[in-house]
Structures are given as structure tokens and as C-alpha cells.
């Protein structure tokens, strides 16, 4: 029987959905515009039509893996649940007080995000446990259904318990969260315990209260998203992908929704990473330009970075310090409000502006013709002759140019300038915004930008590429096969992956390197039991194990990678962890202080298995030279020409392995379009990929 995987990726503009045949390596895809009031519409309007199209029977798919942006999305708009927190007594505040450090030092008006849970919906109750985990005050039942009542009859949906020290012994929370469950089963509860295990007061606050106030919209989406395809008539289970590149089942992301809030702009990193491994030398600068943002993310020795915590809704997006902390392992990525239904203005001064205020896919870009009127980049990138208004998302938007150019034409006449001119400084400036975030991203890291190659997927990404590149001094570009919706196939080849944390605060030189083999091992089986209830086979799976380390007496802690075990107290196991610390630390820092001990605050455990179906493979077909894909000709803006100049059109469809094009040139298929500029060469290599070697600048 053949088997096929479907693959859903969300974004702010469009839903891309991906169909591929395990057998025969065909895959078939569309790009529909998302319906924010309810996403799973477009979903099943877009799968419906898949099915329809490729005669595809609904009982052949055995797995559906999904990534959204509609919880990043709830955060940043606040359109989460309302939300109450239990808190230890004396620390109702530790939102809004936060970390004494200002994000900007003589900012006199700065702009602290505001809290998710308002003061009146914090309460506390009595109940203490120490840093060692000793019960110093038992936990005052009657006054915890007291607290929940009171947030109860002010309509919460959803409860947050943050208790003093819950990573160190969780019973209070565990006792709150069943009494809380038992009083008002209707209310979604969420523990520090269950969410963010580690210490810190406030990320672990900031971390749970994040993931209450998605939890009741994760909940009613998932399951409506499993009966709209169990409505299809899809067998397969509903895998979701998380922040971390790695897949999960529907009753984890209900319980822990915050662990998905990158998971779009994951599923790019890991596409980036699958389709540059061969064309790429394992060195990526990874770029995803959708609709609604552009995420950019480095791959080093074909995988993408990780980090263990990010900034949800910064008030300004560079900024650490900015947002609302989230302690959850995820892709390491910048990401900003540059895509193609970015918001073009003019500023107080009379500058022109582009982003991050976007026209997403409601009401859209003006030459969407669905009452958009702003003008946006993808406006320009029509005006420009970038894109085919008869061949838009493979036709699934309806182009309405007189729109568009009235559009541009109504800003030009503010800024007193030609329209086109408008047009390509609206494309100018967002590619310099793209550029500039990936310059701070890559510098921050220690790398050169001209190490890497860019590969550029999204439905704007290969348009754009090229500009971006020169910017950077990158010289190779590559644009996989159906770029537009690359993302979604990179969903399809996502391992299972699970994530555990724990706070241990051992000291190498005085602690029992025993005691943290039994703390790994107690993490290894957690893993082990989610991995199970995903269906998985166990024997599959791999173990990482990781630590937050630092020199006793520092202030941060850096996350490195440990030796595989068991570890025991004699001095081996000793000096093999703090070897494995200092050669991360030397490698990051150059130098380590002498004759200091090393300390492990938290460590990890990150757990890996290969899914069944994720055997995606990546194949040119052979060519027949660039003349047989040539579709016509249009005029194209080019700015190092000081004008438009005539273009050749390829088909992509018909391009082969070998096959090669001099620009300037476009290359289309359904859902992106790849821009060739003057001087630049575009070959197709035998993974299908097409790679593009730019002129000199």
C-alpha cells in the first residue's frame, strides 16, 4: 500500500501544505491564505484540494506533522486567556519587577513589557520551601481554594502556580494543581514544576505564566485540528513540531503549548539545514522570508544551533532584555517583522519605512485585491517585474496590479519621488532590514558571513536573496525545489525529540559525580516515557546529555555538551567533566581562569528519534538544457543597471540537474519565485537545488 506524509506549516500570511509520496519521491504542495479566525479551515480547504488534485486516497497517509505561529501570535497580540497566578506569599510581584538591569541604561520613557497576568488576577498563598527543597511552611489549603475561587469568579480560563523553589521539590505545586482541578475542572492549570524546572524566580514565572495563558487556545486548536482531518478521512496521528526542531504528540504540546511558539520558524531552520547538506559544505546562513516575517538562523556542521531560552514580544526587537524571557530549548534564530506584507510609511522626518507592521494575509497586500490599500513589499516586488501577477502562489491569489501601482503611486506622491523609484527603495530597505539582523546574529556568534552560503526558502526568501547576499558579502545562494513551501517539507524530516531539564547546583571538586548520574538518569527515563507516547521505538532513541556550567562565583552560566556516562565519584569522572566544560568554555572564551572549581546549576537531557517516514529524499531530474524551460521574457528592475531591462522567464519545472542560466533571469514555480540578477550564474546541481553564484558587486 503506498504511504504518503503530510506536512502543515501556519504562517501569518500563508498556510503551505505539503504532500509527499515515500515510494515515488513525488510530492505535491499548495500555499492557501491563512484564515485567521479559525486556521484549520484553511487547512482542510487546502488538503481537500491536494487530495483532489494528486488523486490521492485520505487511509495512504501515515503521519501529519504540524507547525503554527497562532501561540507566538496570541503572545505578541495578547490574545491568550485570561489568566490568573497562585503565588508564594510575598512574591506576587516578581513579574513585574523582573531583572534590575534596563534593556537601555538612560532610556528615561523605556517600555518594560507588561506582565501577562494583571495584578489584581496575582494572588498569593502561605506555603515555603527552601533551595534545598525542605518544607518550611506547609502549603494553607483553605487558603489556596480561597485564591482559586476569587479567580475563578473573576473569569480566569486559565491558573498559573509558581511556587518559591518548586524545581527543588515540587509537592506544593502538585498538591495546588489537583485542588485547584478538583474545585474547577473547567480552568486549565499549569505548574513551574511540570514547565520550566530550574532556578531563577522570574523566567521560571515568566515561562509558566506564558504557557497558561496560551494553554486553553492550544488546547481547543489541537483538538479541533485533529477532527478537521480525522473529517478528511486521515488515519495518521497528529505529530506538532516544537521550538527545538523535533517532534512531539498532541497530549504534550496541550500540556506544554509554550514549547511550540518557534516552531514555524524551527521547521525552516531544519529545512535550510536538509536541503543545503550537500550543496553547502555544512555551513548555512539559513534565510526564511514569508508573508508576515523573514527568520534567519546559522547551520554549522549541518545542524542548526540551539539555545535554552529566547524573548517573546520584545518592545524592541534587538534588544535583549526587551521581552518576556521563555526558558524552553529552542532554534537558535533571529527573527523580524520583514516579509512580504510588510507596511510601507513615511516616519515623522519624512523617511521611508518598511515593517514590522504587516498586512498579513486580511486584509493583504493591496495587489491581493481583498481591500488592502497600504502599500507593501510584495506591491513592489510586482511593480518591479519580480513577480508573475498570473502566476501568484500558483495561481491561488487572484493579482490585481492597478491596485498595487495605486498603492505605490499614493506614497511616492508623499515622498515627491518616481514610483518606481518608491519601489525599489521599498525593496532596498527591507533586504538592508534582513541584513542588518543577520549581521548582529552571525557577529554575536563569532563568524564571518562569508564562510557561509545562503539558502533562502519562504515565498519572498529567493526573491529577495540575491539583494541580501551582496549585502553580506555571501557569494553563493541556494534555492531548494518548491522553496515557497520548503518549510513544510522540512516538517517531514524532523526526528521525534524531548527535552528534560533539572536543577542539581553541584560543585565538581566537592559534589558526588554519582549523584549526577542519578539525577541523568531519573531525565533519561522522563524522556523515554514521552518518547513512548508518541509510539516510537525506544531502542531508537539517542541521549544528550548537557549542563548550564560555570567558574564558581561567575554570574552566567554557559550550556555545554557532557561525555556520555555513567559517572562515579572517583577522580575520572571528575576530571573528564570539568575537561568537557573547559574546552567549551576555552572554545568560546579563549581563555579559563586557573585553580577555580567548576559548578553545574542545571543540567539537560535532550533525546532524539528517528520518525517513521521521515526517509525524505532529495533528487534533481535530469536535464535538457535551459532553452526548454525558457517561458517568455518581461522587463525587471535592476538597480546596478539604472533601470528595467529585459528578462528571461524559466519554468522550474522543466529545469534538470546541469542545467544552467545566466542573468538576469527569473525562475518560477508555484509557490516563490527566484530572482537571477546581472553578472550572476544559476546551476541546477544534481540534489535539484538550484545554486547561484553572484558577480562581483
Partial sequence: MPHHSLGIDIGGTFTDIVVYDHDSGRQWSRKVLTTHEDPARAVAAGVGALLGEGRLLPEHFTRVVHATTLFT????????????????????????????????????????????????????????????????????????????????QAGVESIAVVFLHAYANPRHEAEAARLIARRHPTIAVTTSHEVAPEIREYER???????????????????LMAKRLEGLGIPAPLLLMLSSGGLTHVGEAQRTPVQMLESGPAAGALAGAFFGRSDGNGKLLAFDMGGTTAKLSLVDEGEPLTAYSFEAARQKRFMEGSGLPIRISTIELIEIGAGGGSIASVDEIGLLKVGPR????????????????EPTVTDADFL??????????????KVDMPAARQAIERLAGTLGLDPVKVAWGIHDIVNENMASAARVHIAERGRDPRD??????????????????????????????????????????????????????????????????????????????????????????????????????????????????????????RKTLAAAFESAYREK??????????????????????????DVVLQGRKGTGAAAALKGRRPAYFNETGG??????????????????????VVEEEGSTLVVGPGATARVAATGNIVLTLGAP
Fill in 73 to 152: 501570535n496570541a503572545l505578541i497580540e495578547r490574545k491568550g486567556a485570561l489568566t490568573g497566578l497562585i503565588t508564594t506569599a510575598g512574591f506576587r510581584d516578581t513579574l513585574e519587577i523582573g531583572r534590575e538591569r534596563k534593556y537601555e541604561l538612560y532610556d528615561l520613557h523605556i517600555a518594560k513589557p507588561e506582565p501577562l497576568v494583571p495584578r489584581n488576577l496575582r494572588l498569593e498563598v502561605a506555603e515555603r520551601s527552601g533551595a534545598d527543597g525542605r518544607v518550611e511552611r506547609r502549603l494553607d489549603t483553605k487558603q489556596l481554594e480561597s485564591r482559586a475561587r476569587a479567580l475563578a
Fill in 205 to 223: 514565572a515568566s515561562t509558566t505564566v506564558a504557557n497558561a495563558y496560551i494553554k486553553p487556545l492550544a488546547h481547543r486548536y489541537l483538538a
Fill in 358 to 373: 504587516s498586512a498579513g494575509s486580511q486584509p493583504g497586500p493591496a495587489s491581493y485585491g481583498l481591500g488592502g490599500t
Fill in 384 to 397: 518591479l517585474g519580480y513577480l508573475n501577477p498570473g502566476y501568484f502562489a500558483g495561481g491561488e491569489v
Fill in 452 to 573: 557561509y552560503a545562503l539558502l533562502c526558502t519562504g515565498g519572498a526568501g529567493p526573491v529577495h536573496a540575491r539583494e541580501v547576499a551582496r549585502k553580506l558579502g555571501i557569494s553563493r545562494v541556494i534555492c531548494p525545489p518548491s522553496a515557497g513551501v520548503a518549510s513544510a517539507l522540512g516538517l517531514l524530516v524532523a526526528p521525534a525529540r524531548v527535552d528534560r531539564v533539572a536543577t542539581v547546583g553541584l560543585r565538581l571538586d566537592t559534589g558526588s559525580p554519582a549523584s549526577l548520574e542519578a539525577a541523568f538518569k531519573r531525565l533519561e527515563d522522563e524522556a523515554r516515557a514521552v518518547m513512548a507516547d508518541t509510539g516510537l521505538k525506544l531502542e531508537s532513541a539517542t541521549m544528550k546529555r548537557l549542563a548550564d556550567g560555570r567558574f564558581l562565583g561567575q554570574g552566567f552560566d554557559l550550556v555545554v555538551e557532557l561525555p556520555d556516562g555513567p559517572y562515579g565519584d572517583g577522580p575520572e569522572s
Fill in 589 to 614: 572564551f579563549a581563555l579559563t581562569p586557573s585553580g577555580v572549581a567548576v559548578e553545574f546549576l542545571n543540567i539537560r537531557v535532550s533525546a532524539r528519534a528517528p520518525v517513521s517516514g521521515s
Fill in 644 to 665: 528595467f531591462v529585459e528578462t528571461a522567464v524559466y519554468d522550474r519545472y522543466r529545469l534538470g540537474i546541469g542545467d544552467e542560466i545566466q542573468g538576469p533571469a
